[in-house]
């Protein structure tokens, strides 16, 4: 899942993105990152509507190579309402992935 520049700034680094790199060492499978997240937007408080509404401007895809997967594993920390992962396979989508499965360590 990936995370604002300013909250990367602000916290020095993307705990669901060290969850991946782990996971993709250890499984001998490749990290794809091909989105960023444009800004930073609290969700907290928001109701689930709200959450769906505000969150799909939030991700922009960026490929850094031509190279797709069809097959692809968001990994977040937590998730609470979805609303963050279905906006991202919704991008993930438009890049050609068919099946995306997501991957948390809480849920809230």
């Not at 020095?12 to 794809?32: D, F, M, R, V």
């Not at 444009?38 to 799909?56: A, D, F, N, P």
């Not at 609470?80 to 995306?100: P, Q, R, Y």
């Amino acid at each position: 899942m990936p995370i604002s520049t300013s909250r990367l700034h602000q916290r020095g680094y993307n705990q669901a993105h060290l969850i991946a790199k782990h996971l993709s060492q250890k499984y001998n499978i490749p990290l794809w990152t091909p989105i960023k997240r444009k800004h930073e937007h609290s969700q907290k408080g928001l109701s689930r509507v709200e959450r769906l509404t505000h969150i799909e401007d939030q991700f922009e895809i960026v490929p850094s190579s031509p190279l797709r997967y069809r097959k692809v594993l968001i990994v977040d920390d937590v998730i609470t309402t979805g609303s963050s992962i279905f906006a991202l396979k919704n991008k993930l989508h438009t890049l050609g992935c068919n099946h995306v499965e997501a991957f948390c360590i809480a849920a809230a």
